[in-house]
Structures are given as C-alpha cells and as structure tokens.
C-alpha cells in the first residue's frame, strides 16, 4: 500500500522505482487529493497522466452530480 510520503518523493524522482509503481505513486496522488494541494507541477502532470488515461480521476459526488447535471441539461 502506497502512503502519502512516498507518493510524493516517487513523483519527485528522490526515490526511483519502476514504472508500474510511478503510476501507483501517482493515481494515490490524484486518489488521495494531494496531486491538487501541492505545488502546481504536480496537478499539471496529473491532469496529463489522467488525459493520456495513464491514471483515473477519482470520481467524487461532486463529479457524479455535475455529469448528472451535464446528462439532463443535453436531454432538455
């Protein structure tokens, strides 16, 4: 199991792991919401990793209700 520490020093490059390990790293970044609390750079290359469909984007209540929203405002 991945923890916050080590997620961050993984997508830093201080600890150098195989690439199956980055992407752990990484979708525990985006999983955990730090991707967004830490500097810039780490949400900018989330975002790319969860474009390309590398990682996922957690799906939150939020999210469901806005796509909900999106889905009725398109049948009307």
Same mark, same amino acid.
């Given at each position: 199991m991945m923890n916050n520490y080590d997620a961050v020093m993984i997508a830093e490059g201080a600890i150098e792991v195989d690439e199956d390990k980055q992407i752990e790293a990484w979708q525990h970044l985006v999983d955990t919401g730090l991707a967004w609390s830490l500097p810039g750079r780490f949400g900018r290359t989330a975002m #790319?990793?969860?474009?390309?469909?590398?990682?996922?984007?957690?799906?939150?209540?939020?999210?469901? +209700? #806005?796509?909900?929203?999106? +889905?009725?405002?398109i049948e009307s």
């Open positions: #790319d990793l969860i474009q390309q469909g590398v990682i996922t984007k957690k799906e939150t209540d939020e999210n469901k +209700r #806005d796509r909900e929203k999106d +889905r009725n405002t």
